[in-house]
């Protein structure tokens, strides 16, 4: 060092100085910084635990922790809990005003420390799962492009057909145990979204881990993109998918049965593969086509239908009689209302030893095209058929409620304002309690607030949505909308699924959900107005909705983990992922 420096006192060249300066085979190292760290350990900070959000617990590290994992020093001195760290960040999110920014401020938190963002959802569920979730999902999706930082799931387009298996191989876990995948061209009630649709399995896979227990490194968000019918989209510069127009036919299906074979000699057989977001002539034939040879759920027409049921079930309650006493009148017949209409012709059928068929016939639905009919079958797209009864024609949904007179009304259309007081009104006049159910999601999308049911019902509504709304003060009396949301059932549903190690969903297993649900409900609760039990119990109804499903699967022979656990209950409950730090050697 001593030369080095005195030959560049005397205003000799760097480039003159004397190779044997300088490590071999690397440039010159004028100043000596690698012969003074030549024989020294290096600190492995690239692929410590502080790095990786699995394991990282920021400040929470002890100093017995620091100085195994070389974090001394790179951290300040002080060791906060995991309860302070979660009091910290809570303070945190509280101070942004659009939940769009709290949405990016979690997902940043899951990149960086994944328990402490499973400790933050489940200990304030409530508060945050219109955050990472329905109703702010779907503007984080619209937007998807613009506040993308780093893939969260995985990216499967028309480029990779041929090679999907590859693809799939690529993903670092390989006990995979949920699969939510969408192909993005009807995410929530807004379109096309194409590629930008990945927020959806993002969300969906989170609320499995947070509400169901499912471990993260069990599940796989994928998306597929066979590109987009969005204008705007397409000619988005920041768009971060397949700029193109949607495939559709035989390169669409053959893309898509190659994912499904792919997926089954990737992960096995016992891996649940969730569809969500299809549009409605691909949601019903995939669900068709793959229900008897992989394990597949269809959340927007199976999970919406067994959520529904629960809360009609709930209901019945407050309005009395039994489920074949009413009347239902939905509008929206796509895969969410023939569905939930579906489903609840199979209880009142099984509660009532009735023939399906004749079940259906306390149920009416209304299309754009007004209510579904016999004159209208030859037009009628194939799910909507068996919904087409001996009636008049009937262009309008109010004029439906005026002629019907139903007792519930569910409205699944997607369209926002559509329930109005009009409506309303006739439904409050010759019911005494009206249950009416506004599904649609996001919140602008509701045919109705709970505001509007409650105040033009003069207070007699029973009221759910899909996504959350205040409680309401009418008249001094205070209303607690209920939320008809798909979280209370796919995550137990998944969880119940997966831990009796099931190889295919029967409809039976839906309908033992619904009924698990619906017996969460407290008389407390009911005084409330409520047909739903409230969020905060997630976990407790999580684990019974879990422990139904899988009695059920194991009646039905369909369970392959043997022996069937004395108390499923329990069993279920010790199933769930725990986001508390662990300590490290």
Same mark, same amino acid.
Not at 62 to 83: C, F, I, M, N
Not at 210 to 228: F, N, Q, Y
Not at 452 to 476: L, Q, R
């Given at each position: ?9 005397? /205003? ?22 690698? @012969? ?24 929470? @590290? ?10 001394s020093g790179l951290l300040p001195p002080v060791v906060l809990s995991q309860q302070l760290q979660e009091k910290k960040l809570m303070n945190s999110i509280r101070q942004y005003q659009l939940p769009i920014q709290k949405y990016m401020a979690m997902m940043e938190l899951e990149e960086r420390n994944e328990r402490l963002f499973y400790k933050l959802l489940i200990d304030n569920v409530e508060e945050l799962l219109p955050v990472v979730y329905t109703p702010t999902v779907g503007e984080a999706c619209q937007k998807y492009g613009s506040i993308f930082r780093r893939p969260q799931g995985l990216?499967? /387009? ?16 390989? /006990?995979?145990?949920?699969?939510? $995948? ?25 609320l499995y881990t947070a509400l169901g227990g499912i471990r993260p490194s069990a599940c796989l968000p994928i998306t597929i993109d066979v590109g987009t019918n969005n204008e705007k989209l397409l000619n988005d510069e920041f768009y971060i998918g397949l700029k193109q127009r949607r495939a559709t036919g035989q390169e669409y299906s053959e893309l898509l049965h190659e994912f499904m074979s792919a997926v089954k000699q990737c992960y096995g057989e016992k891996v649940l593969i969730q569809f969500e977001d299809f549009a409605n002539h691909n949601a019903f034939e995939l669900l068709a086509k ?14 919406? &239908? ?23 009148? @939905? ?56 919904? &087409? ?54 919140? +602008? ?52 699924? $997966? ?35 409230? @969020? /905060? ?36 409950? +010790? ?11």
């Amino acid at each position: 060092m001593e030369s080095t420096m005195k030959e560049l006192g005397d /205003s000799a060249s760097v480039l003159d100085l004397d190779p044997k300066t300088a490590v071999g085979g690397g440039v010159e190292d004028v100043y000596g910084e690698d @012969f003074a760290t030549e024989d020294q350990l290096i600190t492995p900070w690239t692929v410590s635990v502080a790095r990786d959000p699995r394991h990282n617990k920021g400040l929470a @590290f002890t100093e017995k922790e620091r100085d195994a994992h070389y974090l001394s020093g790179l951290l300040p001195p002080v060791v906060l809990s995991q309860q302070l760290q979660e009091k910290k960040l809570m303070n945190s999110i509280r101070q942004y005003q659009l939940p769009i920014q709290k949405y990016m401020a979690m997902m940043e938190l899951e990149e960086r420390n994944e328990r402490l963002f499973y400790k933050l959802l489940i200990d304030n569920v409530e508060e945050l799962l219109p955050v990472v979730y329905t109703p702010t999902v779907g503007e984080a999706c619209q937007k998807y492009g613009s506040i993308f930082r780093r893939p969260q799931g995985l990216y499967i /387009s028309l480029k990779e057909k041929g090679r999907v298996l590859d693809v799939l191989k690529n993903w670092p876990e390989r /006990s995979i145990q949920v699969i939510v $995948v969408t192909d993005g061209e009807r995410i929530l009630g807004l379109g096309d979204l194409g590629c930008q649709g990945m927020g959806i399995p993002v969300g969906k896979l989170s609320l499995y881990t947070a509400l169901g227990g499912i471990r993260p490194s069990a599940c796989l968000p994928i998306t597929i993109d066979v590109g987009t019918n969005n204008e705007k989209l397409l000619n988005d510069e920041f768009y971060i998918g397949l700029k193109q127009r949607r495939a559709t036919g035989q390169e669409y299906s053959e893309l898509l049965h190659e994912f499904m074979s792919a997926v089954k000699q990737c992960y096995g057989e016992k891996v649940l593969i969730q569809f969500e977001d299809f549009a409605n002539h691909n949601a019903f034939e995939l669900l068709a086509k793959y229900r008897t040879s992989h394990l597949v759920f269809n959340d927007d027409i199976q999970g919406t &239908a067994s959520v529904v049921l629960a809360g009609v079930v709930s209901a019945l309650k407050i309005l009395g009689g039994s489920l074949a006493d009413h009347k239902f009148l @939905f509008l929206g017949a796509g895969e969410a209302g023939t569905g939930i209409a579906e489903l609840i012709a199979l209880e009142m059928s099984k509660r009532t030893n009735t023939p399906l068929e004749e079940c259906r016939k306390r149920i009416y639905l209304v299309d754009s095209k007004g209510l579904i009919v016999k004159s209208r079958l030859e037009s009628l797209q194939h799910f909507k058929q068996p919904w &087409a009864h001996e009636h008049e024609s009937v262009k309008t949904l109010l004029e439906a409620v005026n002629t019907l007179k139903p007792t519930v009304l569910i409205g699944a259309s997607g369209m926002g304002k559509t329930f109005t007081k009009e409506v309303i009104e006739a439904m409050s006049s010759f019911n005494e309690k009206p249950l009416i159910m506004a599904l649609s999601n996001p919140t +602008s999308q509701a045919e109705c607030t709970a505001e509007e049911a409650y105040t033009w019902s003069k207070g007699k509504a029973i009221f759910a949505s899909g996504s959350p709304f205040d409680p309401v003060e009418y008249e001094g009396k205070v209303f607690v909308p209920g939320q008809g949301n798909n979280a209370y059932i796919f995550p137990g549903f998944g969880l119940g699924v $997966v831990m009796s190690g099931a190889i295919r969903v029967h409809d039976d297993m839906l309908l033992a959900a619904s009924e698990a649900l619906a017996e969460q409900v407290t008389d407390a609760e009911y005084e409330k107005g409520l047909i739903y039990p409230p @969020f /905060s119990k997630i976990r407790k109804i999580s684990a019974e909705i879990a422990a139904k499903v899988a009695a059920k699967a194991y009646e039905l022979g369909l369970a392959s983990r043997i022996p069937r656990p004395a108390s499923l209950v329990k069993y279920a409950e +010790s199933c769930m992922y725990s986001p508390v730090y662990r300590n490290y050697r």
